[in-house]
């Protein structure tokens, strides 16, 4: 597989990511852990399905626990500290500070063997982050009270950017792998719902149709093709495009009638569009 290929395979999951906030509102009666339980059960049954129908099982049992642990962390970790993050604090500011992994992601992908982080690769994630913070931090307004969620928020970031730089440590290992860190997030995620929250299900056939989305697309076959191109495609492109996820995600709502197109929209497109180019062309230039 050619890094250019990988890299698209990767990119596959920021569009998967884009239909993660419709399907979201269309489950929004299942409380976080639980529909984090259930769509990670999905996840992991695209992976059973997929070790099996390639007869990879093998594979898997050579594979030390502690990249087992790794990616179970990784996954159940960030989740868990997003969810933690909108309860402590509001949802425009917490979700515009867990939105710094894919910065995050470009400047740790420096410390990598054989990845040269350049100018344009920064500036890029900057004007992508800017992009991203018009439609992520609509009305966000900090306050120290909310000091605790806001950590929350940022230790999310760093553990979902330190979860795909070091997968790319990680390249000989097949990418099946992730079918166990989703059934284990999914375990972990069912304790912590039995734990802190009430078990509810969706009362309409499109509350169910928006959860089994969830865990085919965003919360399933996404991490597969990340796993795929952190390992061996672009990771400050991908880094850099990830930015992409919430204009399109916004895009996708307005086209579904919930969200209404705005000029801060078409900017956020333009600086997007703009850091992307850039960390693009940087590739290009320095091979």
């Known amino acids: 597989m050619t890094r250019q290929s990988a890299t698209t395979i990767g990119f596959l999951a920021v569009l998967l990511w884009a239909l993660l906030a419709l399907f979201t509102v269309g489950a929004s009666e299942v409380p976080p852990l639980q529909l984090n339980a259930v769509c990670f ?13 390639s007869g990879r099982w093998g594979e898997l049992k050579g594979i030390p626990l502690s990249v087992y642990a790794f990616g179970t962390v990784g996954l159940f970790g960030y989740h868990f500290l997003y969810f933690s993050a909108l309860r402590a604090a509001p ?27 350049r100018p344009l690769h920064l500036l890029g994630a900057a004007l992508s982050f800017a992009g991203a913070a018009l ?44 079918t166990v860190y989703c059934l284990a997030t999914a375990g972990l995620s069912l304790l912590a719902h039995l734990a802190l929250e009430e078990t509810v299900w969706p009362s309409t056939g499109m509350g169910w149709a928006s959860m089994i989305g969830l865990g085919l697309g965003p919360v399933g076959a996404a991490f597969y093709v990340w796993d795929i191109g952190v390992k061996r495609g672009n990771i400050q492109l991908l880094g850099t495009a990830s930015y992409a996820a919430p204009l399109l995600s916004t895009l996708v709502l ?8 705005s000029t801060a929209l078409i900017v956020s497109a333009l600086l997007i569009t703009t850091g992307a180019g850039l960390a693009a062309y940087q590739s290009r230039q320095t091979g």
């Not at 059960?41 to 129908?53: N, R």
């Open 91 to 117: 949802p425009a500011e917490a979700g515009l500070i867990a939105y710094l992994w894919p910065l995050l992601i470009v400047l740790f992908s420096g410390l990598l063997p054989g990845e040269r982080l």
């Open 254 to 261: 307005i086209l579904a009638g919930i969200a209404a197109p």
């Open 41 to 53: 059960g999905i996840g992991g049954s695209i992976g059973v399905i997929w070790t099996t129908a």
């Open 135 to 178: 439609i992520v931090a609509k009305g966000a307004s900090f306050s120290g009270e909310h000091g605790l969620g806001y950590a929350l928020a940022l230790a999310c970031a760093v553990t979902w950017a330190g979860y795909s730089v070091l997968s790319r440590r990680l390249g000989t290992i097949p990418s099946m792998v992730v």
